[in-house]
């Protein structure tokens, strides 16, 4: 992963804090950076800008930022960084604020168009306005565009939407989404919600005082039965899958994945091939020893127990499945386990219970 990946390792002490970590990184798609607070993300990501003083390195598909000999300044490292409230200058139009990084930005070196920008975060519409006239989730749109059109080779993105309200974060999402799609660069993202994280990132990692204590892609470490996202109860796994045939009279929708197929729930608007993101969690799938076909469940599945992991809490077990190469945990009381007397490698049927679009 070298040479087309990020490789950021460092140690440092801030205060009685310290901070402790090495990780291979993708060199495209969304990482991002879960723990609780105070487990170090900022300081992490302040390391990697070089605002920190660190001991270690750092290098962007191949590009050394910072080595054991020496480290470039943080106006030498090509990268972005977007904040909780960022700040727009306020005496200049939305567009005199998105030129600002631009002109500066020699044209051969400019990896992003001012055009592309715009519609990437659907500013068209808000160009001349002034900064005081934009909702709080227009303004970090824009100051995410302002930071593209710096062309950055990296984007660090520290807690973006947890100054916004609800509604304002679910209008920005589809955005973050659009650009996990089509930038070419890496964005690391800080986030303590998992409901932001299950929807945006490919690639996780997990911090806890100033240690790595998981990193991979989502769906592997979503699907472990020792659940570093320490979510017993809202444990569970996200597929990638496509919405492939829609039953209008009972108002459902059918999406494939890799390993199978599951039934749920699709807003009128989802268009057939589209792609999802599916959560299913560990609660809501049982399992049975044979099909079963007088039962109320209409999502049923064949998978092979992959791995038990008895008493992951008082009384409770989470099994690992694999449908085809796609992961599901099922949370089970242990006397069910027991009873079952299910073992690894044995073909059982998923029953699930609920299956929903991560939104
Ligand atoms: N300038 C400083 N001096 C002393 N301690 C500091 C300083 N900056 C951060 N810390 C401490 O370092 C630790 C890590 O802080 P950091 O901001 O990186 O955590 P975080 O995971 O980003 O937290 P949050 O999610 O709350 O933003 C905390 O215990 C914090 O109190």
């Not at 020496?70 to 490292?77: A, L, M, N, T, Y």
């Not at 990193?215 to 597929?239: K, N, S």
């Amino acid at each position: 992963m070298a040479a087309t990946g990020i490789k950021a390792r460092f140690a440092c002490k801030v205060g009685t804090f310290s901070l402790d970590v090495d990780l291979d990184l993708p060199g495209s798609g969304l990482t991002a950076l879960f723990g609780h607070s105070g487990c170090g993300k900022t300081t992490l990501l302040r390391c990697m800008a070089g605002l920190q003083q660190a001991r270690g390195i750092m290098r962007v598909k191949g590009d050394e930022w910072q080595s054991e000999s020496g480290s470039r300044p943080v106006h030498q490292r090509p990268l972005a960084y977007v904040f909780q409230e960022t700040s727009l200058f306020p005496h200049l139009s939305v567009k005199r604020n998105l030129m600002y990084g631009y002109r500066r930005i020699p044209q051969s070196e400019r990896q992003i168009t001012f055009d592309q920008a715009i519609e990437w975060l659907g500013l068209s519409h808000l160009i001349n306005r002034m900064p005081e006239k934009l909702s709080g989730g227009e303004r970090q749109r824009v100051a995410i565009a302002r930071a593209l059109l710096t062309s950055p080779k990296l984007l660090l993105m520290d807690e973006p939407l947890s100054a916004l309200d609800q509604s304002s974060k679910r209008e920005i999402m589809p955005y973050l989404e659009a650009l996990r799609d089509n930038l070419a660069i890496p964005m690391l993202y800080v986030s303590h919600s998992t409901a932001e994280v299950a929807r945006l990132a490919d690639h996780i990692v997990m911090m806890d005082k100033g240690q790595v204590i998981a990193q991979g892609p989502l769906q592997q470490i979503m699907a472990r039965t020792d659940q570093p996202f320490g979510l017993e109860d809202d444990a569970g796994v996200i597929l990638d899958a496509t919405l492939s045939e829609r039953d209008k009279r009972w108002h459902l929708c059918r999406a494939d994945f890799a390993g199978g197929h599951l039934w749920l729930r699709a807003d009128e608007n989802l268009a057939i091939g589209q792609r999802v993101r599916v959560q299913v969690l560990a609660k809501d799938i049982s399992l049975a020893l044979s099909e079963q076909a007088d039962q109320s469940i209409q999502n049923t599945l064949p998978a092979t127990i992959n791995e038990i992991a008895l008493e992951v809490s008082p009384g409770t077990s989470m099994v690992r499945l694999l449908a085809g190469p796609t992961p599901f945990l099922s949370r089970l009381t242990s006397r069910a386990v027991h009873s079952l007397d299910i073992a690894p490698g044995q073909q059982v049927w998923m029953q699930v219970k609920s299956v929903a679009i991560v939104d």
